[in-house]
Nanobody
Framework: QVQLVESGGGLVQAGGSLSLSCGVS????????MGWFRQAPGKEREFVAG????????YYADSVKGRFTISRDNAKNSVYLHMNSLKPEDTAVYYC?????????????????WGQGTQVTVSS
């Protein structure tokens, strides 16, 4: 059974930083890309960042480029999202997700497994 468990969300002031973690079990983690998505109230789930199976390639939404960094540790079966210079518009539930291949798609319906989500709230 594949499980993804996020941690690290919380409340932070605008301009602050936060790091999210996602642990994966039940799948050969190093064989798959990983992605982070977010969903704000009343909005569609959107791609935030993705990382290839090896960690050599990373991809970002334009809205977070230069502020967020995705990384992974295959030895720990974990993927991370480091968020700097946070803005109120970054407020959302953040999800990690496991797709079917070695490179991360930008569309959520190409991901097979999802974490439960972790709330990130940025106050102004």
């Amino acid at each position: 059974q594949v499980q993804l468990v996020e941690s690290g969300g919380g409340l932070v002031q605008a301009g602050g930083s936060l790091s999210l973690s996602c642990g994966v079990s039940g799948r050969t983690f190093s064989s798959y890309a990983m992605g982070w998505f977010r969903q704000a109230p009343g909005k569609e789930r959107e791609f935030v960042a993705g990382i290839s199976w090896s960690g050599e390639s990373t991809y970002y939404a334009d809205s977070v480029k230069g502020r967020f960094t995705i990384s992974r540790d295959n030895a720990k079966n974990s993927v991370y999202l480091h968020m700097n210079s946070l803005k109120p518009e970054d407020t959302a539930v953040y999800y990690c997700a496991l797709p079917r291949g070695i490179y991360p798609p930008r569309v959520h319906n190409e991901y097979d497994y999802w974490g439960q989500g972790t709330q990130v709230t940025v106050s102004s």
